[in-house]
Structures are given as C-alpha cells and as structure tokens.
C-alpha cells in the first residue's frame, strides 16, 4: 500500500495545475492571435476600398477634363 504524504500528493497536484495552466494560456493565445490576424484583414481590406475609391476619383477627375 502507498503512503500519502506531502510528496505523494503535491507532485501530481502541481503537474495537474502547470497543465491546466498550459492549456488555458495556449487557447488564449490562440484565440488572441485568431482576433488579431481578423483585425489586420479587416484593416487591410478598408484600407484597400478606401484605396481603391481615391484612385477611381482621380481617373475619373482626369478622364472628365476635356481639352
């Protein structure tokens, strides 16, 4: 029979509670790096219609001019 001292019981409680720790920070790291990446297309994608309308702006100022 096994004797239950501090030894016996902290060793498995402290591997317990690290791997609860690592599973808790690595999906909120995830999900942190899944929002950050939606961010960056949605400000690339702003960025690039707002682009996109400046551009079509001038071609139709320049194209309107007649000489």
Same mark, same amino acid.
């Given at each position: 029979?096994? +004797?239950?001292?501090? +030894?016996?019981?902290?060793?498995?409680?402290?591997? @317990?509670?690290?791997?609860?720790?690592? @599973? #808790?920070? #690595?999906?909120?790291?995830?999900?942190?790096?899944?929002?950050?990446?939606?961010?960056?297309?949605?400000?690339?994608?702003?960025?690039?219609?707002?682009?996109?309308?400046?551009?079509?702006? +001038? #071609?139709?100022?320049?194209?309107?001019?007649?000489r």
């Amino acid at each position: 029979m096994v +004797k239950i001292n501090a +030894k016996t019981i902290m060793a498995p409680a402290a591997a @317990f509670t690290m791997a609860c720790l690592l @599973f #808790t920070y #690595t999906r909120s790291s995830i999900r942190a790096a899944r929002t950050n990446a939606q961010n960056q297309r949605d400000a690339h994608k702003h960025q690039s219609r707002q682009w996109k309308s400046t551009e079509g702006d +001038k #071609t139709k100022t320049r194209g309107s001019s007649t000489r």
